[in-house]
């Protein structure tokens, strides 16, 4: 009887090791999957591009200059269109369609299909161009002291917008992109002032915002207000120019690194100064949408982050890609196989679009 007693207590112990590894194993398991390569994220689509000079992303893909042509790639990799715009060219896009330009020749071509809407010469060099649904917007030199001219999609001038003693920051469309804004720095008087000015193409000058406490870097035109972001607040106005200032947030020692600008209440992405200088890898990020805010720490340094929809996601060179969800402290973090040394965007809220040489690569992040 004793024997047979010391021969079942061995048994009994090892049910409880097995047991006991089983929890370890599915625990070990559950961190994996969190912090480890997801399964969706082993799918991705590529594309060689050995003469891309520029690149850019747009809602359902990209577009980039060869140094001859303008070519649109959709989310899947494929060429959906290309255009021939000559040597020495530049241009900018967006989901209305994409404006080149080169010297004073400017071409506006339709997103869909690559046909040119309008090209045409302009009455001086052209220093960049955008594209909305129904206008378009091209400065013309000098920096300083330039002028905008504005015209209808198809090449009809509507107005010339002369900017005395100012430099042009930023522009674009908003409110369905039937309104024009402009960011401009004056440095004539005894402190730099910024001026936000918004018109109705044809009708001149609607409204305009000045701030003289700090210099403004980005803008955010939503369906009733007006985001302002500078180098100590952000500051939020009316449409005619009242600030509202129980909105106002204090964001000195953070620097804007992405914005997701096509929503119309967008997320903010922030990280500190020294970390966007470059000093370090970016590793706090500081969230903004609303009234909401919330700080989180990447789990590895990143290279960049890039604010889609409700999420940040930050791109490190370990491999790994981080996903941080507003409402949610939790950073998840994935490890990919895939090499990259540039960050392009996201498009369809949820393809990154990265770079290693030569290779484009379209990684899903679901």
Partial sequence: MERDRRGRLPWAIVLIIIAF???????????VRQSGGAQGFASYSSIRLDSARKLQTVKDGFVYYDGSSITKVGSGANIQWSYVVGANAD???NESGVASWVGGKLTLIDPSNGAPSYSGTLDGDILSARVGSEYAAAVLGPEHDSTIILMET???R???ITLSNQTVVDYGFFYKDSLFWVMTLDTNGTAPACTVSTYRPGKRLVGSITDSEQTLYHVNFQSSQICCTGNTYMRVYAYNGTEEAAKRK???GWTLVDADTGSDNPLMAFTLNDEFDGASLIRDVRMLRGTEEQTVRMPYGCMDIVASEDKIYGFSTDGYIMIGRMGQQ???AYQISLKFDQVYGVINGNIAVLGNGNEIYLLSLS
């Fill in 21 to 31: 590894s089983c929890i370890i194993a599915y625990s070990a398991a559950w961190i």
């Fill in 91 to 93: 241009f900018e896009a």
């Fill in 154 to 156: 198809g090449g009809r």
């Fill in 158 to 160: 509507v107005d010339s």
């Fill in 250 to 252: 204090l964001v000195y």
């Fill in 330 to 332: 939790r950073v998840d």
